[in-house]
């Protein structure tokens, strides 16, 4: 089973940009793995950021956005804020052999 | 808006069978196209368990394959999980999601005698 590795923790200051990685052991990640992104507060069900790599939902806001960058999926969070600071998980889908969760990265606004 | 319910025992025993329920409500359970388990360990990441599709196909993870069905009931608006042959590993919260749009609040299932 492929093993989907993210950033333990990184730290960003408020207003600052922190990009968030995604990498699958199985090779580049591409569209076709179809991304998602996930936000999750302590003692919340997790909420979807992004879906299908880049595409946000009506809840998503503007500052968060998605992409592929170097052969990995990308969470890029511009301008962030205190109450971004969060576990964010990515997920990727594998044909044939179903999804697979990264470990996840905690983010960190000081 | 679509809201998800997770609903079943809090405490199951070794080697027994963990079952859970996820209601639908706001919407149909057509309108999606698959749906979804997720689970989390106390303290843990999230590990995909499987998922349900409208047509009622089935794609389950492989590490929990032989163990996981996972079932849809169109006319009571509600899709389930069963896990079998549980140990204290299987100990975590279990969300529900309709492709991963929405998600249930969780449910915490503990596997001890």
């Known amino acids: 089973q492929a093993v989907v590795t993210q950033e333990p923790s990184l730290t960003v200051s408020p207003g600052g940009t922190v990009t968030l990685t995604c990498d699958s052991s199985t090779g580049a990640v591409t569209s076709g793995h179809y991304p998602y992104w996930f936000q999750q507060k302590p003692g919340q069900a997790p909420r979807t950021l992004i879906y299908?790599?880049?595409n946000k939902h009506s809840w998503t806001p503007a500052r968060f956005s998605g992409s592929l960058l170097g052969g990995k999926a990308a969470l890029i969070l511009s301008g962030a804020q205190p109450e971004d600071e969060a576990e964010y998980y990515c997920?990727?889908?594998?044909?044939?052999?179903?999804?697979?969760f990264g470990g996840g990265t905690k983010l960190t606004v000081l | 808006q679509v809201q998800l319910q997770e609903s079943g025992p809090g405490l199951v025993k070794p080697s027994g069978t963990l079952s859970l329920t996820c209601a639908v409500s706001g919407g149909s359970i057509s309108s999606s196209n698959w749906w979804s388990w997720v689970r989390q360990p106390p303290g843990k990441g999230l590990e995909w368990i499987g998922e349900?599709?409208?047509?009622?196909?089935?794609n389950y993870n492989p590490s929990l394959k032989s163990r996981v069905t996972i079932s849809i009931n169109k006319s009571k608006n509600q899709f389930s999980l069963k896990l079998n042959s549980v140990t204290a590993a299987d100990t975590a919260v279990y969300y529900c999601?309709?492709?991963?749009?929405?998600w249930g609040q969780g449910t915490l299932v503990t596997v001890s005698s």
């Open positions: 349900i599709y409208h047509s009622g196909s089935t």
């Open positions: 299908h790599t880049s």
């Open positions: 997920l990727l889908s594998y044909s044939g052999a179903g999804r697979v």
């Open positions: 999601t309709n492709s991963f749009d929405y």
